[in-house]
């Protein structure tokens, strides 16, 4: 059974930086994608941004775009998502979802099979 596990949440405030991480216990290339989503209370579940793991593809929500960074280190089976100039409204939780064959980019939170725990994002004065 494959693991995801979060790390790198926390407060900061508007205009800072956080980099969250995704460890794919065990299995990274394996995978056909790695994405971040997250989800408001009350709103629906939004994609984030996407990599393909075998050739490093990258896929990103407009509200992300610029602002957004996602990588990864297939010797470390991690994927990292770093978020420069932060706003209040990125505050909420993340999660990190596994696609284990797919083709192409999609943010469609049906196709993963595999979510991590989720990790919370405050930015906030």
């Known amino acids: 059974q494959l693991q995801l596990v979060e790390s790198g949440g926390g407060l900061v405030q508007p205009g800072g930086s956080l980099r969250l991480s995704c460890a794919a216990v065990g299995r990274l290339l394996d995978l056909y994608a790695i994405a971040w989503f997250r989800q408001a209370p009350g709103r629906e579940l939004e994609g984030v941004s996407q990599i393909i793991t075998i050739d490093g593809s990258v896929y990103y929500t407009e509200p992300v775009k610029g602002r957004f960074t996602i990588s990864r280190d297939n010797a470390k089976y991690t994927v990292y998502l770093q978020m420069n100039s932060l706003k209040p409204e990125d505050t909420t939780i993340y999660y990190c979802?596994?696609?284990?064959?797919?083709?192409?980019?999609?943010?469609?939170?049906?196709?993963?099979?595999?979510w991590g725990q989720g990790i919370r994002v405050t930015v906030s004065s």
């Open positions: 979802a596994a696609r284990e064959t797919g083709r192409g980019p999609s943010l469609d939170g049906s196709l993963y099979t595999n």
